[in-house]
C-alpha cells in the first residue's frame, strides 16, 4: 500500500527512481522538438502550453477550491491586453509587462471572488459569466485598447534577444509553463492547498475549524485569474493581434471543459485535459480536408444540414466526449489513470 509516514514524503517532487528517469526523458524530449518539428506543429505545442497554464489556474479555483467559473476569457483578454498596453504604452519590457498584468487580472479576480461568499453552484457560475461577457463590451468600447479594431503586439524582445519566430518564442514559453505547473503543484501542498481543499470538501466544517473562508475563495479566484492573466499575455503574442471577439464565452466553456476532462484537483490532470482538447480543437478547425472522413460530413451536410455547420463539429465532439466523462469516469483523464495503475499494480488478480 502507498502510505506517507511524514509530510516530507507529501511535499517532495520526485516520489522514486521511476518518476525521476520519466521527468528526464520528458524535459529532453521538450528541448529536442523544436529542432525536428515544423513550424505549424511548434506554434500547436505553443498553443497547448498556453492553454494548460490557464486550465492548471482554474483547475486551482474549481477542482481544489470548489467555485464555479464561467468569465475565465475575461481573466485571459485583461492579461492579453494589459500586456501589450503595458509594453507599447508604459514602455515596460515583457518579462515585467507579463507578470504587472497578471497581477491586474488577479486584482480583478479578488473583487469577482467577493460574491463567492454569498453565491455558490449556478448562481456563482452566473455571476463570473456576466464578468466575463461584460469585460470584452468594455474593451471594444475604449479607444485604448484598439476598439473593435483591436491591437497588434509590438516586437518581442528580452534584452538583445528577438523573438520573431514560434521557435523562438517556445523557448521562453515551455519553460514558463514548467515553473507554474511547478508553482501550482507546490502550493497545493501548502497550508493555502489544504484550507482550499477544506472549504472544497465541507464548508462549514472548514469554517468551524478556523479556515478564512473570505480570504481563501478571494485568493483562490485571484491565483485562478493570475494564471489566466499570464496565459492571456502569452496568447496575445503566439496570435501577433488581439480583439474582443476572440474572447468569447465560448472560451471560457473550453476552459472549463478541459478542467473536467483532465480531472477536477488535479495537476496533471489539468495538463493531460488541456492538450487533449486543445489538440483536438485544433484539428477539428479543418475538418473537410480530413481524407474520406471530410467527404462524408460534406455530402451528409448538404443532404441534412447545412455546409456551414460542418465548422462547428467541434462542438459536438467536445460535448460527447463530456458526456461519456460524466457517465463512466467523473474524475476525467486522472481517473483513468488511476485506475490503470491500480490494474497494473495487483496484475494478474
Not at 524535459?27 to 505549424?40: C, D, G, H, N
Amino acid at each position: 500500500m502507498d502510505m506517507k509516514r511524514d509530510y516530507y514524503e507529501d511535499v517532495q517532487l520526485f516520489t522514486s527512481g521511476v518518476v525521476v528517469f520519466w521527468m528526464a526523458i520528458m524535459l529532453a524530449a521538450l528541448a529536442i522538438f523544436p529542432f525536428l518539428a515544423t513550424s505549424y506543429y511548434i506554434y500547436m505545442a505553443n498553443f497547448l502550453a498556453i492553454n494548460v497554464i490557464v486550465v492548471i489556474g482554474l483547475n486551482i479555483l474549481v477542482g481544489y477550491a470548489g467555485q464555479v467559473s464561467l468569465g475565465h476569457a475575461g481573466f485571459f483578454a485583461i492579461g492579453a491586453y494589459g500586456t501589450v498596453i503595458l509594453m507599447t504604452e508604459v514602455h515596460l519590457p515583457f518579462l515585467v509587462a507579463l507578470p504587472l498584468a497578471g497581477l491586474i487580472a488577479a486584482g480583478f479576480g479578488f473583487l469577482l471572488g467577493l460574491p463567492s461568499l454569498r453565491l455558490e453552484g449556478p448562481y456563482l457560475a452566473i455571476a463570473t459569466l456576466g464578468f466575463g461577457l461584460t469585460i470584452t463590451q468594455i474593451i471594444g468600447r475604449i479607444e485604448l485598447f484598439g476598439g473593435r479594431q483591436g491591437l497588434h503586439t509590438p516586437e518581442l524582445f528580452i534584452g538583445p534577444w528577438h523573438l520573431e519566430s514560434d521557435r523562438d518564442f517556445y523557448f521562453l514559453l515551455i519553460p514558463l509553463t514548467i515553473l507554474l505547473a511547478l508553482t501550482a503543484r507546490n502550493l497545493i501542498k501548502t497550508k493555502v492547498g489544504r484550507a482550499l481543499i477544506a472549504i472544497r470538501d465541507a464548508e462549514i466544517a472548514a469554517e468551524t475549524l478556523g479556515v478564512n473562508l473570505m480570504g481563501y475563495k478571494t485568493l483562490a479566484f485571484a491565483i485562478s485569474a493570475f494564471y489566466a492573466g499570464v496565459g492571456g499575455g502569452l496568447y496575445a503574442f503566439v496570435l501577433r493581434f488581439i480583439e474582443p471577439e476572440i474572447f468569447t464565452l465560448l472560451m471560457s466553456i473550453m476552459f472549463l471543459a478541459m478542467v473536467v476532462v483532465g480531472g477536477l484537483g488535479s495537476i496533471m490532470g489539468s495538463i493531460t485535459g488541456a492538450c487533449l482538447l486543445s489538440w483536438l480543437d485544433l484539428q477539428l478547425r479543418n475538418i473537410l480536408s480530413i481524407p474520406y472522413l471530410g467527404k462524408w460530413l460534406e455530402a451528409l451536410s448538404q443532404e441534412w444540414f447545412s455546409i456551414t455547420g460542418v465548422s462547428n463539429i467541434q462542438l459536438i465532439v467536445f460535448g460527447a466526449i463530456l458526456v461519456l466523462i460524466m457517465l463512466f469516469e467523473p474524475l476525467g483523464i486522472f481517473g483513468f489513470w488511476i485506475r490503470a495503475k491500480k490494474y497494473w499494480k495487483t496484475w494478474p488478480f
